[in-house]
Nanobody, 128 residues
């Protein structure tokens, strides 16, 4: 069964850090671009960060640039999102998604369009 499973969410105070993980099973991520997306209550989906299959290209939304770092470990079949200096406005459900590199023109485009395989999401709450 092809699936992505996110973990690492939780409650953190403003200024704190979390690292989200996105683990794939049933397929290898080697030939997939991966993105992290978030959706807060009452808001639309936002492409937070995306990374190419080779990790040679990354994209960050302006809202997280300089605070979040995306990385991948293809041996572990896992992609990470390191989130530092968290703000209350970062509160959302975070999903990872995969898209075959064949269909990815740029990682920025992937962050705009989304993926083909989605995880169930992990809640991140930033509050004092």
């Amino acid at each position: 069964q092809v699936q992505l499973v996110e973990s690492g969410g939780g409650l953190v105070q403003p200024g704190g850090s979390l690292r989200l993980s996105c683990a794939a099973s049933g397929f290898t991520l080697d030939y997939y671009a991966i993105g992290w997306f978030r959706q807060a209550p009452g808001k639309g989906r936002e492409g937070v960060s995306c990374i190419s299959s080779s990790a040679g290209s990354t994209y960050y939304a302006d809202s997280v640039k300089g605070r979040f770092t995306i990385s991948r470990d293809n041996v572990k079949n896992t992609v990470y999102l390191q989130m530092n200096s968290l703000k209350p406005e970062d509160t959302a459900v975070y999903h990872c998604a995969a898209r075959s590199e064949i269909w990815v023109t740029t990682v920025q485009a992937m962050c705009a369009m989304g993926g083909d395989v989605w995880g169930q999401g992990t809640q991140v709450t930033v509050s004092s």
